[in-house]
């Protein structure tokens, strides 16, 4: 340990670079983001329990939540999938799938829930045909989920992919060698393997969706108690000029992207812990 | 290095643009209208006119900018630091609360122009598909069950405000002032809305361009101005026997031209809103002139409607807005668990 | 924030042959569904922007484009984009020194605290800002009295956009400069080099590539990002609105064909920086493998 320090302490530079960090820091995320605590301070725990123990605040952050979980699942699935693909098979066009992926990430949020709502309201190119089978995509807790689960798609699939490409081949050979078939093999070694990176993209998308707004509104359909996402009643809040109101609804969500952060970040540090000891 | 090389020269380009901005915004005295969202177009045109007004009068050259968005949400960015010099909002409720939170404007500023400070009203009405294949004549038809109605969320959405205000004040006009049957004819009517669209003009988008929906309540202006770009062919106007008078405010905001020194122009431009020629001009973007000699001018193109007006029925927007739309009132009673 | 933290690795996967064992059939259907599962989510979508944005043909589509409004927004959306994305890479090349080459007691939480923003709803975002430069706000009377306009002008479009774009330079650079450790700066310096000197000879080659790549995925939010700009804009027509802003505008005035042709320019856009993505990963891989290929003869003699 001692030596370790000494060879770190060998670099300039930590002063300088960590004091802009923490300044910059400060000035850009920490002071803005304490403002919101500030205005939340201004009311009574009682007051504070109030609002964010409403039915319908409730139930926004049960869809929130909910659908957000859900569709960091269907990524998490399909994702996997992809990846998969992506990494072992061979197929046409499948540079551009793989550059396509990261799509989500760069469009803004407001064309994507623009052309999601064109395209799976009822009259739309995939909504009319699930309509005479009796699925409500658009405007409905579904449509959240369409949109969370578009958002959320890189994220996983990016994560993923590395994890994939890094698997020593000769271990399933071994495998294959000693008498497992496929699907043990898959179960028992590649599965393992990928866990961590596959549960750190699943949180990544799962952060990512709990506080979308953009492209949600426009397929929601925001109905009270049932498709009202609570990035929605911040701005519900904010137009009866109710600010401690917002921000309290604010701060919940706050807390919760940043444990889930602080969560991904302690299962990577962890996981590339336990690479390094087992490499 | 590339990498310095890309940065220098991508601080370069920000710093040639820096500068351009910093030129760009040179005339002689420019004014920012804060408005919501249906007014982009009458505007357009009131702005271009107005312009050449002053300039005809003082040898000015004024400039108008825009901004429009959701009336509420409007009238918040003025309170935080929105330097608008005038606002015109959908509701007075918008302009009470630049007083209340801001001391921006005068407590009286609905008095200080004629008519309540709306130089133009509307009313609500009704869109329809073509040929009306729902049989939709009046409020009554909207509350039949299976009928879809498409209307914005009161709670964001300032049109959405006077939509369900007309629905309650047509059941409390018909019942002869019941407001346990005017609560039970709202309910009624939201539970035929599938979709609460956070904007007017969403609403509008998803009855159009979604296909969803019977029937779209909204201002009788925007439903005029509907079926005259999106298609006659394919939508109706249906207008009810009864509604309200929609009345959108307009006021000058003190603090800002105080210290802009722009009272005079932000002044003269709201008072032209109200000459023969503002006033021609808002009839032909569809709405209701309050001038005598434009309304008779114009009067083949708003259908005659019985029309109360907020103050007579609901004792005014503080009023209503406490009762019906803050958190807990009667918009939210309605949509509590187990109801639905 | 894994996103690419082990692209680095992934460059491996090309110098072997990846065992293929499932029947072809499985491979087809997994393919298929992934195909399928993409089509749904993600072609479909960019089909409908650019199907929608042609409807009235493409005179009209070059049309909304040449129209002052949109112009300014596009200018706008650089102009913000320029600003934002080279403070964030000098912060990103600050922290990352700082957290990779050090040991510190708190860097999980100092970790933590620099992604929160990615995770922060843009609608929070927004309202930050407005918090603490709003009339209402902390510094609002004060700024009013100095006369300088934070939100509703340029400079709050710009510091929100820095906020929601804060992480991704920082986070592409952090597990690159930790993997490779400290040994090659210390031999620069055993060797003479001067902090400055290392940091640009031996530090800022190796990590180039990540760089660069953080740099265009941060460049792709900026350009993009809509709610927490939306809410500190002030949207005044050719003065404060960004291209998504106007997006949104034109979509409200029901011109369709133009919000969509705008929408359309930010897709390419978002393309471009995918296209520029593919080439900077294929250059890395390249140089990887050179590499190898290097040392594997040297080992051979």
Request: one cysteine or more.
């Given at each position: 340990m001692r030596i370790s320090l000494k060879q770190h302490s060998v670099l300039p530079g930590f002063g300088l670079t960590l004091g802009y960090t923490m300044v910059y820091l400060g000035a850009i995320v920490l002071i803005?983001?304490?403002?919101?605590?500030?205005?939340?301070?201004?009311?009574?725990?009682?007051?504070?329990?109030?609002?964010?123990?409403?039915?319908?605040?409730?139930?926004?952050?049960?869809?929130?939540?909910?659908?957000?979980?859900?569709?960091?699942?269907?990524?998490?699935?399909?994702?996997?999938?992809?990846?998969?693909?992506l990494v072992r098979y061979p197929f046409p066009g499948k540079r551009l799938v793989d550059a396509a992926v990261d799509l989500p990430f760069a469009l803004p949020t407001a064309v994507s829930g623009?052309?999601?709502?064109?395209?799976?309201?009822?009259?739309?190119?995939?909504?009319?045909?699930?309509?005479?089978?009796?699925?409500?995509?658009?405007?409905?807790p579904l449509g959240v989920t369409i949109a969370l689960t578009f958002i959320g798609l890189p994220f996983v699939v990016r994560t993923l992919q590395p994890?994939?490409?890094?698997?020593?081949?000769?271990?399933?050979?071994?495998?294959?060698?000693?008498?497992?078939?496929?699907?043990q093999t898959f179960r028992r070694v590649i599965l393992p393997a990928v866990l961590p990176a596959l549960i750190t993209g699943f949180g990544l998308a799962f952060a990512r969706a709990v506080g979308e707004y953009g492209s949600v509104v426009f397929i929601s359909g925001n109905m009270p108690m049932r498709t009202e996402i609570a990035p929605l009643l911040i701005i519900t809040k904010l137009e009866q000029y109710d600010y401690a109101g917002a921000t309290a609804i604010a701060v919940v969500l706050l807390a919760a992207s940043f444990l889930l952060i602080l969560l991904i970040n302690l299962l990577e540090w962890w996981s590339s812990r336990h690479h390094r000891k087992g490499a | 290095m590339f990498i310095s090389r890309l940065t220098n020269l991508i601080s370069g380009v920000g710093l040639a643009m820096a500068m351009v901005?910093?030129?760009?915004?040179?005339?002689?005295?420019?004014?920012?209208?804060?408005?919501?969202d249906p007014t982009r177009e009458l505007y357009q045109d009131f702005n271009q006119a107005f312009a050449a007004h002053w300039?005809?009068?003082?040898?000015?050259?004024?400039?108008?900018?825009?901004?429009?968005?959701?009336?509420?949400?409007?009238?918040?960015?003025?309170i935080d630091g929105l330097e608008a010099h005038v606002v015109t909002l959908a509701l007075a409720y918008d302009i009470d609360a630049l007083y209340e939170k801001g001391k921006l404007v005068a407590k009286d500023w609905q008095k200080r122009l004629p008519h309540n400070s709306s130089p133009y009203t509307s009313t609500v009405a009704f869109v329809v598909r073509k040929g009306n294949p729902k049989k939709i004549k009046d409020w009554e038809d909207l509350v039949r069950p299976g009928i879809s109605v498409i209307s914005p969320n009161p709670k964001t959405s300032g049109v959405a405000r006077w939509n369900?205000?007309?629905?309650?004040?047509?059941?409390?006009?018909?019942?002869?002032?019941?407001?346990?049957?005017?609560?039970?004819?709202?309910?009624?009517?939201?539970?035929?809305?599938?979709?609460?669209?956070?904007?007017?003009?969403?609403?509008?988008?998803?009855?159009?361009?979604?296909?969803?929906?019977?029937?779209?309540?909204?201002?009788e202006n925007e439903v005029l101005l509907t079926v005259r770009e999106l298609g006659k062919e394919k939508f109706e106007l249906v207008v009810p026997s009864i509604s309200i008078l929609t009345e959108p405010p307009v006021a000058v905001v003190d603090k800002v031209v105080n210290k802009r020194g722009t009272r005079e122009v932000a002044q003269a431009y709201l008072e032209y809103l109200y000459t023969e020629e503002g006033q021609e001009i808002a009839a032909k973007h569809f709405y209701r002139p309050r001038l005598a000699s434009v309304a008779a001018k114009y009067a083949h193109q708003f259908p005659k409607v019985e029309l109360f007006t907020i103050d007579e029925v609901f004792g005014g927007w503080q009023k209503a807005q406490k009762k019906h739309f803050n958190d807990g009132g009667i918009f939210d009673q309605i949509y509590k668990p187990g109801i639905q | 924030?894994?996103?690419?933290?082990?692209?680095?690795?992934?460059?491996?996967?090309?110098?072997?042959?990846?065992?293929?064992?499932?029947?072809?059939?499985?491979?087809?259907?997994?393919i298929a569904s992934s195909l399928g599962f993409l089509g749904l989510f993600l072609f479909a979508p960019l089909a409908a922007v650019f199907t929608e944005a042609l409807r009235k043909g493409l005179g009209a589509y070059l049309e909304s484009f040449r129209e002052p409004d949109a112009l300014s927004a596009i200018e706008l959306t650089l102009f913000t984009a320029a600003i934002a994305v080279p403070a964030n890479l000098a912060f990103g090349l600050a922290a990352s020194w700082a957290i990779a080459k050090f040991n510190f007691v708190g860097k999980s939480i100092l970790v933590t605290l620099i992604d929160l923003p990615f995770a922060v709803s843009p609608v929070i975002s927004g309202l930050i800002f407005v918090l603490l430069f709003g009339l209402q706000g902390w510094l609002g009377p004060w700024l009013a009295e100095q006369d300088i306009k934070i939100i509703f002008a340029v400079p709050g479009i710009v510091l929100a956009t820095i906020f929601v774009t804060f992480p991704f330079v920082a986070r592409e650079l952090i597990p690159l400069m930790q993997e490779q450790g400290t040994e090659e700066e210390q031999a620069a310096l055993l060797l003479g080099a001067g902090g400055w000197q290392t940091f640009r000879r031996v530090t800022l080659p190796n990590v180039k590539w990540a760089l660069l790549y953080?740099?265009?995925?941060?460049?792709?939010?900026?350009?993009g990002e809509f709610g927490a700009v939306s809410v500190v804009s002030g949207h005044i027509r050719g003065r404060t609105n960004t291209m998504p802003l106007h997006v949104e505008i034109l979509y409200n005035e029901y011109n369709f064909a133009a919000a969509f042709s705008v929408a359309s320019l930010l897709t390419l856009l978002a393309l471009f920086t995918l296209a520029l993505k593919a080439l900077v990963e294929w250059k890395r891989r390249e140089e990887v493998s050179h590499a190898l290929e290097a040392a594997a003869a040297e080992e051979g003699r």
């Open positions: 803005p983001l304490s403002a919101l605590f500030f205005k939340t301070a201004a009311l009574s725990w009682g007051e504070f329990w109030g609002i964010i123990s409403e039915p319908r605040v409730l139930a926004s952050y049960r869809l929130t939540f909910g659908a957000s979980l859900l569709a960091a699942g269907i990524n998490a699935v399909f994702g996997f999938i992809v990846a998969w693909t623009i052309a999601l709502t064109a395209i799976y309201a009822p009259n739309g190119w995939i909504g009319r045909w699930l309509e005479p089978l009796g699925i409500k995509a658009a405007f409905s994890a994939l490409e890094e698997l020593e081949p000769e271990i399933e050979e071994a495998a294959a060698t000693l008498g497992a078939s496929r699907s | 901005y910093t030129v760009a915004a040179k005339a002689d005295v420019e004014i920012l209208n804060v408005s919501y300039k005809a009068r003082t040898g000015e050259t004024v400039t108008i900018q825009q901004s429009h968005g959701g009336s509420s949400k409007q009238a918040r960015a003025v369900y205000l007309a629905a309650w004040g047509y059941e409390l006009k018909r019942t002869g002032g019941d407001e346990a049957k005017a609560r039970d004819f709202v309910t009624r009517l939201y539970k035929n809305v599938p979709v609460l669209d956070s904007g007017a003009r969403g609403a509008t988008t998803t009855f159009i361009e979604r296909g969803i929906g019977d029937v779209l309540i909204n201002w | 924030m894994a996103l690419v933290v082990a692209r680095t690795v992934s460059v491996r996967r090309t110098l072997r042959q990846s065992p293929v064992d499932e029947p072809r059939w499985v491979q087809g259907a997994l953080g740099v265009i995925l941060c460049n792709a939010r900026a350009m």
